[in-house]
């Protein structure tokens, strides 16, 4: 918490208005108390002194949930792992999708959506859905060999998409799936912000940032600093971003 809340002091420093507090099993669930547990999760009332901290600052706090890929360390929980879009060859290092075509899957996180968004009072709500690296490859491979995979991605995008309005949210999403199928961005409902994001400065996809825009979605550039899992070491990397 400590942590945190100098973040917060030092974005607010920066004249950076909004932190998105990223998390895939760090939050405490009442429902679902097996998540989280060994990882030092958030509470509820950790994310309302959070807020109130960033509200003292001038900052807004958005919750970022990881919602269909990054769901590592939730699916590797036993009962979850029916979940999986394929949890035969899952993996907690990079392979952890939830199965679109699995009921549970917009069950579970409708249950968990039901805690942590009524915390937040930013309309804004970031569901995440990147770098998904199974989807169609497992058991949702028929639905994807029907409608095809980029329509399969939509698809579960817009149940969460329901789920999310349902509490008065908008949703934010990062943007990498839908550049990766450009012929699905005149489908995406135009009340859904893209967060555009690139690992690396010649990454190639900050420069096609027009697309969302010539389509009338709303979005924000997200250039990444490079900076994770070390110490000041990428300084090129990420002032180049």
Known sequence: MATVKALIERLARWKINELQLYIENTFRYRRHPA???GYSPFTAADILAIQAHAKKHHVRLVGSLASFGHMEKILALPEYRHLAEDPESFRTDEKGDLCPTDPG????????????????EAEDFNA????????????????ARKIGLARLY?????????????????????????????ELIDEVPKDIVMLNWDYSADGGRI????????AGLPLMCCPGTNSWQSHGSRMKQANDN
């Open 35 to 37: 998540i989280g547990r």
């Open 105 to 120: 899957s917009i069950r579970l996180l409708g249950e968990l959506y039901g805690e942590f968004l009524p915390l937040l």
């Open 128 to 143: 995440c859905c990147d770098e998904t690296r199974q989807i169609g490859a497992g058991r949702s491979q028929s639905r």
């Open 154 to 182: 939509l698809e579960f995008v817009l149940k969460i998409r329901r789920l999310v309005r349902r509490h008065g949210k908008r949703l934010n999403i990062w943007g990498d799936i839908i550049l990766a199928h450009p």
């Open 207 to 214: 420069d096609r940032t027009g697309e969302f825009a010539e």
